[in-house]
């Protein structure tokens, strides 16, 4: 059996939260949904899990103060010891003060960093690459929701076109795979 993949067209989002909630509510699977900016409250409809991109933005923050903690100890302590302003140079403990600001500015650049680059190459949307949203239109005004067969053994390609078309999309596209 080829593989099938419905792509329903809305124009608006609250239309296509209604739809899924249908198809869902009909034990099929909504794969991937489609839209120019953020629907807030389809996540729990189609079933996508929380992200995990809070803990890595937490791990890449711990390196960033680690390495500006190491550095500054080894530049302020350890290879050129400087009195500025009659604080002590001979220990980290007792600089650590003077050192907080740095250290918060350059946890929040690694944090910030980290974080974008590891949501850009965990989504595929690194510059340059190919976009794989359905129609043009998605990025623009129109609302897209995914069902593919394969995800949906337990109802027929004819049973799932008509399931959508009842949901009176804009426009319905089938393809074979």
Not at 30 to 46: L, Q, R, T
Not at 76 to 94: E, F, T, V
Not at 163 to 172: C, G, K, Q, R, V
Request: aromatic residues 10%; charged residues 20%; negative net charge.
């Amino acid at each position: 059996m080829a593989r099938k993949v419905f792509h329903a067209m809305y124009d608006d989002d609250d239309k296509l939260k209604v739809a899924a909630q249908l198809i869902v509510d009909k034990g099929i699977r909504v794969k991937e949904v489609f839209s120019p900016f953020p629907i807030h409250g389809i996540d729990p409809i189609i079933g996508v899990k929380r992200t995990r991109l809070a803990i890595c933005a937490f791990m890449y923050a711990l390196t960033g103060t680690s390495l500006a903690l190491l550095g500054m100890w080894y530049f302020m302590i350890s290879d050129w010891p400087m009195n500025i302003g009659g604080k002590p140079s001979q220990s980290l403990i007792d600089n650590v003060t003077s050192f907080l600001p740095v250290t918060f500015e350059f946890s929040v650049l690694c944090g910030a960093h980290g974080m974008s680059i590891t949501y850009l190459l965990r989504n595929g949307t690194v510059p340059g690459m190919i976009a794989d949203n359905p129609h043009p239109r998605s990025t623009n005004d129109r609302f897209i929701m995914e069902v593919t067969t394969d995800e949906n053994s337990s109802m027929s390609a004819e049973e799932i076109s008509q399931l959508i078309s009842s949901t009176s999309p804009e426009e319905l596209s089938e393809k074979e795979y």
